[in-house]
């Protein structure tokens, strides 16, 4: 009984963080939309390795013109930032693009 009871909680958790995700990446495209005038189109894949679920949207969207990653702006790059530009780097069917992290915005603005 302890371990059905224990699933439930793990069930719930899991529902907050999909909608916890679902309205960041709302907010993002909103945000995105009022600053191009264009609604970025929003994909949301779920699986057991972040790296993987890119690599399957680039293979089932042969039209991904760039994959876009934010560095951080201090320590150790992320596993996706390091996935991609490590034993990948030159194999991705279109432009990869690392955004440092230490940017301003005026700095993005003035590179884009």
Known sequence: ???????AVQKAMEAEAIEEAETLLKNAAD?????????PEVEWRQ???AAAEVLAALDDDL????????????GP????????TG?????LPCLL???PGGLSEGAIDRLA
Request: aromatic share 8%; no cysteine.
């Open 31 to 39: 945000e995105a939309e009022m600053l191009t005038g264009a609604r």
């Open 47 to 49: 699986g057991d390795s």
């Open 87 to 91: 034993d990948r780097a030159g194999t």
């Open 97 to 99: 693009i690392v955004v």
């Open 1 to 7: 009984m302890e371990f059905v009871a224990w699933g």
């Open 63 to 74: 039209g991904t013109r760039a994959l876009v990653l934010a560095a951080a702006a201090k």
């Open 77 to 84: 790059p992320g596993p996706l930032v390091s996935f991609f």
